[in-house]
């Protein structure tokens, strides 16, 4: 014992201070702490807490309606093609034709954490009419990233045969369609709080004939939970 305070002694003065209450008796220790109770200090220190977990939990509020918000994911279609098009003649569309629409489109992910998405679909629209769907396979946009991906939509030529505008549309050299496009996918906030999240993009477009691409894209979209 008296080897143990000969190394204590000549540290700081706070283990010196520790040893002294050590030193003490039991009893004064409690009467000494009872004290504490009603000190303005102890009060003061117990405000000071109130004060910190408030602030905290401001932050921790202030974090999930800002930082940690969920920000639309956007769809962009940077470029596209309709392959098969070129088979096409001045007023027609042979009914053996494969036409083909794949599309370069990227998903641009605005939130500080990942945006994972399943499949997506695409529905196409000729004169109103259904004329073809597509599917993309699943995929994750990490935080603040842009994902690039390929997607292919399925034509089904004996549909676009039946719209009527197609002769006139043929003879001047574009189709206008519109797409509909859904992508349903979640982000995680702070690996617990999962919000679910599904986009919706509908986009007119035209496909002209000479180039088979894409253009005069003009996309809407929105974002429902
Ligand atoms: C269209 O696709 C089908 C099935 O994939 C194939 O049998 C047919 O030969 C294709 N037609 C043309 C014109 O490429
Ligand atoms: C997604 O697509 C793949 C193949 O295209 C299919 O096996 C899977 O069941 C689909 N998942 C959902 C959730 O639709
Ligand atoms: C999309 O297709 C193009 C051309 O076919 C190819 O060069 C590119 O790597 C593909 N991108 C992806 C993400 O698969
Ligand atoms: C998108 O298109 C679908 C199907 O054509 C329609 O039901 C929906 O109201 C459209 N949404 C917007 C935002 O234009
Ligand atoms: C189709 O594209 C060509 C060039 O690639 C352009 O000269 C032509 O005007 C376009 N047609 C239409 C209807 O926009």
């Known amino acids: 014992m008296a080897e143990k305070e000969e190394q204590t002694k000549p540290l700081s003065t706070t283990t010196t201070r520790s040893y002294q209450i050590n030193g003490e008796h039991d009893h004064a220790i409690s009467i000494d702490l009872k004290k504490h109770h009603h000190n303005p200090k102890y009060l003061k220190c117990c405000g000071y807490i109130s004060a910190l977990i408030l602030i905290l939990a401001f932050t921790i509020l202030m ?5 940690f918000r969920v920000k639309e994911p956007v769809l962009n279609i940077n470029s596209g093609k309709i392959n098969g098009l070129d088979r096409a003649s001045k007023n027609t569309i042979r009914l053996d034709t494969n036409l083909t629409v794949v599309a370069d489109v990227s998903i641009e992910n605005p939130n500080v954490v990942a945006f994972k998405f399943g499949n997506t679909t695409t529905t196409l ?77 509908n986009c007119s477009m035209t496909f002209n004939i000479t180039s088979q691409a894409i253009q005069d894209q003009i996309c809407m979209q929105h974002m429902s939970f």
């Open 63 to 67: 974090l999930i309606f800002t930082v």
């Open 125 to 201: 629209y000729y004169g109103g009419v259904v004329v073809g769907n597509g599917r993309n396979p699943a995929g994750v946009a990490e935080a603040g990233k842009t994902v690039r991906t390929n997607m292919t939509i399925d034509v089904m030529t004996e549909k676009i045969l039946g719209v009527r505008r197609l002769t006139s549309d043929l003879s001047y050299g574009a189709l206008g369609m519109r797409s509909y496009t859904s992508i349903s996918g979640g982000v995680k906030i702070l690996k617990i709080i999962k919000k679910n999240v599904v986009v919706k993009v």
